[in-house]
């Protein structure tokens, strides 16, 4: 069992950045590949970014890429999510999932889900 608890969303501009962090619990996190989805309001949730459990397999979203780094402390039980250049459509809740195996950008691969954090870009 893998519990995760997501932090650092909140308020920012356009072209500004956030760090979202999400830590686990549990003592077989290094093993977990981990990612991050986002949930716009009124919509699915989708594919963010993933990255595998030795942090060396990293995959983006192609709406993602050149802006989010995704990034894992395995000794921390902490992955996160540097957000740079902000725009007002990365506004969602953005959640952390982890799944045992190889990373992948389907929602329902993953078995275990925190609660979300808010992130919001004003224009």
């Known amino acids: 069992q893998v519990q995760l608890v997501e932090s650092g969303g909140g308020l920012v501009q356009a072209g500004g950045s956030l760090r979202l962090s999400c830590v686990a619990s549990?003592?077989?996190?290094?093993?977990?590949?981990m990612g991050w989805f986002c949930q716009a309001p009124g919509k699915e949730r989708v594919f963010v970014a993933a990255?595998?459990?030795?942090?060396?397999?990293?995959y983006y979203a192609d709406s993602v890429k050149g802006r989010f780094t995704i990034s894992r402390d395995n000794a921390k039980n902490t992955v996160y999510l540097q957000m740079n250049s902000l725009k007002p459509g990365d506004t969602a809740v953005y959640y952390c999932?982890?799944?045992?195996?190889?990373?992948?950008?389907?929602?329902?691969?993953?078995?275990?889900w925190g609660q979300g954090t808010q992130v919001t870009v004003s224009s």
């Open positions: 990255i595998s459990w030795s942090g060396a397999g990293t």
């Open positions: 999932a982890a799944r045992a195996g190889s990373p992948t950008s389907y929602r329902d691969d993953y078995a275990y």
């Open positions: 549990g003592r077989t996190f290094s093993s977990y590949a």
